[in-house]
Structure formats: structure tokens, C-alpha cells
């Protein structure tokens, strides 16, 4: 059930279905019953987490606020009881991090502590700890750290170059001279066209539409990358 459960959900995820609503539906449902099937299996409570995450997101875009903060609680609730089944799965400690750092700042220091402790555990870490790492450096407002993360990825996926983006510009908010914001600038600049170049059809609307935990959080991010003059 659970790897039924997966399937599902990746077939939401990367768009390879012709009835996404449908692939979610069939994800949650099937994760549910791999949950009350065996309530001892870890794995089982981080599907769960992860198909309830993406559910929420599906009813955040289309402006079901209320079930969505319902559905982020859910998969942080099973995220959190994953961990403690199994505290020392790397991937499950840096991918519940991906979440809180979208929870405001203390949350993100929290999970740039988690990502830190994913590392140790596997220090041969795919890419995407990076990614994570580098989004919760930025919601935690410690930009530079931010940069030197993210442009270490050797392989940056867009969402590295729209972090990028924002880190730079918030960057100009602390420069010393003229010419340093100006610099700053440019360099948000070009990493919002990185991205724009390679995500045809994105606009800033769609940020406003992400999971924050405050509109304080999302106006961080959105302003952010208005500066990298992103409309």
C-alpha cells in the first residue's frame, strides 16, 4: 500500500498523469491505509507526510486556506512521528527540514540544525540537502550563508536560482556603499532571469501562493524577490 501510495504521488508530482486531482486522491487514500495497516513501520508515517504536504498545497492553490494549515499540521504531526520511530534516517531529517523552514524563523533555524545533523549522518548527501539548506539560511535571514550554499550547488535546480534571487536582493538591504547594493542588485537580477529562462510561465503570483506560516514570512519572500524584479 504504501509504495502504491508513492507511485501515486510521484505521478502528481512530475505531471505524468492526465488527472493530477485524481493521483493525490488515490496517494492519500492509499497511504491511509498503509498507515492503519502497520502503525509501527516509519516509512509509513513519512508517506503519509509527504502525500499530505502536497495535498495541502493543491488546496492552498486554490484558496482553501483553512484545509490546507489543517493538512501542513497532518504532515507535520506524521513527520514528527516518523522521527521519532526512526531519528536517524537522513533523508527523512532533511526532507521535514525542507518543510520547517517555511514555518518562520525560529522553525528554519531548526532546520538548518536538522540538515547539519542529516549531513553527519550521510556525508556523501545528494544535491537537494543543499537546496534546503540554502531556502532555510534565507527564511532564517541569514542571507550570506544563504549564498555560499546555494552557490555551491553543482547542479542547481531553478528553485536554486530563485533562492539565489532573493538571498542577493535582501543581501543589497545591508550594503555598505552604493555601488555594493548596485552589485548586489545585478546579481539578483540575473539569478531571477536564471530561472525565468528555464520556468516558462511563472509569475509572482504563484509565490504568494506558498504554505508560510505568517503573511510576515510571505511578505519576506515576496518582497524579496520584487526587488530581484520579479512581477
Known amino acids: 500500500m504504501n509504495w502504491i501510495a508513492y507511485v501515486h504521488l510521484m505521478n502528481f508530482q512530475e505531471a505524468w498523469s492526465e488527472n493530477p486531482d485524481q493521483e493525490l486522491q488515490e496517494a492519500l487514500n492509499f497511504a491511509k491505509r498503509a498507515l492503519d495497516m502497520d502503525r509501527d513501520d516509519y516509512y509509513h508515517y513519512w508517506t503519509y507526510a509527504a502525500v499530505s ?16 494549515d489543517q493538512l501542513t499540521a497532518q504532515a507535520m504531526d506524521a513527520y514528527g512521528r516518523a522521527l521519532e520511530l526512526n531519528p536517524n534516517d537522513a533523508d527523512l531529517l532533511a526532507e521535514q527540514a525542507d518543510l520547517l523552514a517555511y514555518q518562520g524563523k525560529v522553525k528554519a533555524e531548526e532546520a538548518i540544525e536538522q540538515i547539519h545533523r542529516a549531513m553527519q549522518i550521510n556525508p556523501i548527501y545528494p544535491e537537494w540537502y543543499l537546496w534546503s539548506l540554502g531556502a532555510a539560511y534565507f527564511h532564517a535571514m541569514r542571507y550570506d550563508e544563504a549564498v555560499i550554499t546555494l552557490n555551491s550547488v553543482k547542479e542547481p535546480q531553478p528553485s536554486v536560482h530563485l533562492n539565489l534571487a532573493a538571498s542577493y536582493a535582501r543581501l543589497s538591504e545591508q550594503a555598505r556603499s552604493a555601488d555594493e547594493r548596485d552589485r548586489l542588485l545585478q546579481q539578483a537580477r540575473s539569478q531571477l532571469a536564471e530561472f525565468q529562462g528555464i520556468t516558462p510561465g511563472w509569475s509572482l503570483a504563484r509565490e504568494q501562493k506558498e504554505r508560510f506560516a505568517t503573511a510576515a514570512d510571505q511578505e519576506h519572500w515576496t518582497a524579496a524577490l520584487q526587488m530581484a524584479g520579479a512581477k
Open 53 to 68: 504536504y502536497a495535498v495541502a498545497g493543491a488546496e492552498q492553490a486554490v484558496g482553501n486556506i483553512e484545509r490546507s
